[in-house]
């Protein structure tokens, strides 16, 4: 069974209510957000402009999926750069009742696959903040390598924060 799909306009309303019921147990590990974002609309905005830069090559959003199809987060391969760099970040959450489940395990396990074997890339980055060990573990378990650090490299809870740099490689490519 898959456990993600790309996301579509009907997923706004379900996206919304598990971003307001999610809103403080997120809070920590994402960019400040206006009031807008937690609301069906904000949402299908945010689903539209995504699926704009799906159809141009350079995003592949989908939604994260329980056992019963219910949509519990969402896992992203954004920047996808063609030519010689064939690489995309990685970016995930889970909502807190499905969080330490192994959903998220599985969901960056599916989606790097995709980006391997349907997508034919080389390279998926994903960063973490230092302290988010939990989402290293699950990067770790699906074969990413720690290769860095980035100081203040993302404005996390109103805050420019340092990230550790992981990245996992297509194991079909051949390095010269």
């Known amino acids: 069974m898959q456990i993600t799909r790309l996301i579509t306009a009907e997923d706004a309303p379900a ?30 905005a945010v689903i539209e402009a995504d699926l704009r830069q799906h159809e141009q090559g350079s995003k592949l959003p989908h ?14 391969l954004n920047g996808i750069v063609r030519g ?15 969080n330490g489940r192994g959903f998220a ?10 980006a391997f074997e349907e997508l034919g890339l080389h390279r998926v980055q ?26 203040a490299y993302l404005n996390i809870a109103g805050r420019w924060q340092d990230h550790a740099m992981f990245q996992v490689l297509n194991p079909s490519w051949t390095t010269g």
């Open 126 to 151: 994903a960063e973490t903040l230092l302290h988010n060990v939990r989402s290293q573990r699950v990067l770790e378990r699906n074969g990413f390598v720690r290769f860095g650090m980035a100081p």
């Open 15 to 44: 996206l919304a209510e598990l971003l307001r019921v999610n809103r403080e147990f997120l809070a920590p590990w994402e960019p400040s957000r206006s009031a807008d974002y937690f609301t069906a609309s904000g949402q299908h």
């Open 84 to 98: 010689p760099f064939q690489s995309c970040a990685m970016g995930y959450w889970v909502g807190a009742t499905h």
């Open 63 to 76: 939604v994260i999926l329980d056992d019963s199809g219910r949509v519990i987060g969402r896992i992203t």
């Open 105 to 114: 395990t599985k969901a960056v396990r599916e989606i790097v696959r995709v």
